[in-house]
């Protein structure tokens, strides 16, 4: 079982749909993670968040620590919001991932 | 446009042949980490360094050879690669680095090397 788990592994949804994409981490973490990945490669850091909630523009994660549960939250979806989506737990001196999921949103 | 440039963003190698991977960073960070991700797998940490000490090497075989010469600079020398070493090569830099119990800081992403061994 890896230490950092993520659901659902692909989601498919229509243009306007709300977005859920969870995270659980079973080892302890300082931090937590989201990143979102494109088509051909590039990464890009969403959030780093230790306790409660971080919004962004239409993106909003939250982490419950005494659950060891993250969610990332995508409001409105729209097409361009399509990648993978990867949580990292920051552990001693290195990130542990989560296999990631993949977003795909249809117009 | 990111503060982590790689070179070069495509590269095909024969099993035999040396090259290297080029990662820099323009944002006056002081860590630096390199990362493999293979098909269907999670990211896999291969080296950190720390103001220009190398401070992790994840188990990487020693055809990776990895080359901090200052902190806004980090290489990637390959030699008898296997196809199996066929990947996306990503590197990172963080302001400094993080540790448990401490501070954590903000990976920022290069936009890899996707490297083909033939």
């Known amino acids: 079982k890896n230490e950092v788990e993520q659901s659902p592994q692909n989601l498919t949804a229509q243009e306007g749909e709300f977005i859920t994409i969870n995270c659980s981490y079973s080892?302890?973490?300082?931090?937590l993670h989201w990143l979102q990945q494109h088509p051909g490669g590039g990464i890009v850091s969403l959030f780093m968040?230790?306790?409660g909630k971080k919004k962004h523009g239409r993106l909003i994660a939250t982490i419950n620590i005494q659950e060891k549960h993250s969610s990332l939250h995508i409001t409105a979806s729209h097409p361009r919001d399509s990648a993978v989506y990867i949580c990292?737990?920051?552990?001693?001196?290195?990130?542990?991932f989560g296999q990631g999921t993949r977003l795909t949103i249809n117009p | 446009e990111t503060g982590v440039t790689q070179t070069p963003r495509h590269l095909v190698m024969g099993m035999t042949n040396k090259k290297s991977l080029k990662c820099e960073q323009h944002?006056?960070?002081?860590?630096m980490y390199w990362y493999k991700q293979s098909a269907k797998k999670p990211l896999e940490l291969m080296f950190v360094?720390?103001?220009?000490?190398?401070?992790e090497n994840n188990s990487v075989p020693s055809r990776f050879s990895p080359e901090c010469p200052n902190s806004s600079h980090l290489f990637l020398h390959l030699h008898t690669l296997q196809p199996e070493d066929s990947a996306l090569y990503l590197c990172?830099?963080?302001?400094?680095?993080?540790?448990?119990?401490?501070?954590?800081?903000?990976?920022?992403f290069g936009p890899g090397t996707r490297l083909t061994v033939t």
């Open positions: 990172a830099s963080s302001q400094k680095l993080s540790f448990f119990d401490s501070a954590s800081y903000e990976q920022y």
């Open positions: 080892v302890g973490i300082s931090a």
């Open positions: 968040l230790s306790s």
């Open positions: 990292a737990g920051q552990g001693a001196q290195k990130l542990v």
């Open positions: 944002l006056g960070h002081n860590a």
């Open positions: 360094y720390s103001l220009e000490e190398r401070v």
